[in-house]
C-alpha cells in the first residue's frame, strides 16, 4: 500500500485496527482497538501519498475512464488516477483521511468525488465504473469477500477488476501486518468467486516485493492480486 504496510516512506504506524463493522468486545486486558479516525487522527499523514506500485503496474496502460477506489484513505491511489484522467469516486469510512484527500485533490486543482461510507454496511455506488480498485482494505474475511463480489457486480462490461490484499506469508515477513488471520484472503480464492462465463482472471497470484521494516530494513513481502477483466 502507499503506506507503513508497503508504503515507500515506510512509516511507523500503530497497531492495525478493528473495522469499524467488526463488533468488538474490550476488557483491561483488551482493550478496544483504535477505529480508522483514530488511526488517522495519531499523524498527520498515515501513508506516503504515492501510488500503489500494483495499480500504477496495471492501470498505466488501461485508456481513463470512470474509476473506484474502495477504501480509498489519503488518496495515494485516487488522485493518482484522476492525474491520469480517470473521473475517480474514492470510498472510505474514515472521515479524516477522506478530507487529507480532499485538501491534496484541491492543492493540485483535481476533482475527485469522495464519499464517506463504510462500505460493509451500505455497499458501493452503483456505478457502473470501468476500474474497480481496492488496496488493502482490511476487512474481515465473510465482509470482505461480500465486498469484492459487491466491487465486482459494479465494474463495467469490459471494464477491470483489481483488488490487492496482503499475503497471508506476510504475517511472518518481520514487516507490520494486521494480526487477525482472517484480514487475509487468497487471491485464487477471489478469483474462484468471478463467473467464468462473464470474467477473464489476468492474474490472481502473491506477487513478490520488498517494503521496509520498523527499523528500516529491507523485507520480502507478498500482495495477493486479484486483476480480472469483465467481458463486454
Ligand atoms: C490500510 S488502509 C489503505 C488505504 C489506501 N487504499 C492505500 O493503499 O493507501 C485501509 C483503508 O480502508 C478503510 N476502510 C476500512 N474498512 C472500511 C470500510 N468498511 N468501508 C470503507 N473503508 C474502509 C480505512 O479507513 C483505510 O483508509
Known amino acids: 500500500m502507499t503506506a507503513a504496510d508497503g508504503n515507500p516512506a515506510g512509516l511507523t504506524t500503530p497497531a492495525e485496527p478493528t473495522n469499524p463493522a467488526e463488533p468488538t468486545s474490550s476488557d483491561a486486558a483488551n482493550p478496544p482497538e483504535p477505529t480508522w479516525d483514530e488511526r488517522y487522527l495519531a499523524a498527520p499523514a498515515l501513508w506516503s501519498g504515492h501510488a ?3 495499480l500504477v503496474a496495471e ?3 488501461l485508456p481513463p475512464g470512470t474509476a473506484l477506489d474502495v477504501g480509498c484513505g489519503e488518496g495515494g491511489d485516487a488522485l493518482w488516477l484522476a492525474r491520469q484522467g480517470w473521473a475517480v469516486t474514492g470510498v472510505d469510512v474514515s472521515g479524516v483521511a477522506l478530507a487529507r484527500a480532499a485538501a491534496q485533490a484541491s ?3 483535481l476533482t475527485v468525488d469522495l464519499l464517506q461510507i463504510d462500505a460493509t454496511v451500505t455497499g458501493l455506488p452503483a456505478g457502473p465504473f470501468d476500474l474497480v480498485t481496492s488496496h488493502f482494505l482490511h476487512v474481515p474475511r465473510d465482509a470482505f469477500l461480500a465486498l469484492v463480489d459487491g466491487m465486482a457486480q459494479v465494474t463495467a462490461p ?4 483489481l483488488v490487492v490484499g496482503h499475503d497471508r506469508s506476510d504475517i511472518t515477513s518481520g514487516v507490520r501486518r494486521p494480526q487477525h488471520p482472517d484480514r487475509f484472503v487468497a487471491a485464487s480464492e477471489l478469483a474462484g468467486r468471478l ?3 462473464a470474467w477473464t482472471v489476468l492474474a490472481a497470484e502473491p506477487r513478490r516485493r520488498t517494503e521496509a521494516d520498523h527499523d528500516g530494513a529491507e523485507r520480502t513481502v507478498h500482495d495477493a492480486v486479484l486483476h480480472a ?3 463486454a
Open 158 to 161: 469490459g471494464g477491470t477488476l
Open 107 to 109: 492543492a493540485e486543482g
Open 52 to 54: 500503489n506500485a500494483v
Open 59 to 61: 492501470a498505466s496502460a
Open 195 to 197: 463467473d467464468p462465463a
Open 229 to 231: 477483466h469483465r467481458r
